[in-house]
């Protein structure tokens, strides 16, 4: 059962001293995910070296039992495995690390290393994709990056522009051209993203407050 969700920033070092490392000789699993699609990617072993430069890399590096030595998934094939999220479980001796791949995971060249397509099931978790450019648009600058330009702006401008999509949305509701009500309603969903990103609010949060009202109302 896991227990604890850390961010990169907030997996401190006193979390990392509560780590159980002692029942296999210093190492500790390491099951890797897909932070779009939930698939189970690979499963590894890491020392507390091994967590700590994934920490400071935020790529996924193991220890490797073979070799005897640190290695970072994608040294050699240049598919890395870019870090989102750690979760430790509730005995702290099992690491579920949620990241992005880039490109195939296994070494057979397939997507996963039990064989599996690393497909997206349905669209909608292409909104976990489309959060996670968000995220690094805000934190790089891109001249041409029109999301960027919507942070330099500041919230008030992102909240403005929130607001004058949901007109476009109502005018085109009133309309009979569907898919021009389909776009508004896109880009009146992307400037929202965007909003919450600004708020440093996730969209998890607004969905688990539904959650809540749904299960009080019952």
Known sequence: MLQSRFSMQTLSKNIIQQLNFTKSNGLIPA???????????????????????TLETQKVTFFSRTKNQLWTKGETSGNFLQVVEILVDCDKDTLLIKAI?????????????????????????????????????KNKTQENSYTYSLFQKGVNKIAQKVGEEAIEVVIEAKDQNLDLFKNECADLLFHFLVLLEAKNTSLSEIVQILEQRHTQKQ
Do not use: W
């Open 31 to 53: 099951i890797v995910q897909d932070a779009h699609t939930q698939k189970v990617l690979m499963l590894g072993f890491m020392n507390q070296e091994a967590l700590n430069v």
């Open 101 to 137: 791949p880039q490109g195939v995971v296994c070494h057979k060249e397939q997507d996963t290393c039990f064989g599996e397509n690393n497909l997206y099931t349905n669209n909608l978790t292409f909104l976990s994709q489309l959060i996670q450019i968000i995220k690094q648009r």
